[in-house]
C-alpha cells in the first residue's frame, strides 16, 4: 500500500470518527446508549478537532506524488 493511499485512508477514518464524536456530543447520536459522551460539548471541539485532523491528512496525501 503506497503512503499516499494511507495516508488518505487514515485521514478518511479521522474524518468519520470525529464526526461520529461530535454528533454524539450534540446528543445527535444516541449510540451506543450508555456512552459517556452523549450530551457533552467538550466531545463537540474534540470531535471537530479529530476531523479537522484529517481533513489536513487527506489533503496531504493528495498533495503527494505518486
Known sequence: MSLRRALTLFGALLILSGLFFALQGADIIHWPLQ????????????GLI???VGVAL??????IRS
Open 35 to 46: 456512552s459517556t459522551m452523549l450530551g457533552r460539548s467538550a466531545w463537540i471541539r474534540n
Open 50 to 52: 479529530i476531523a479537522a
Open 58 to 63: 487527506t489533503w496531504t496525501a493528495r498533495k
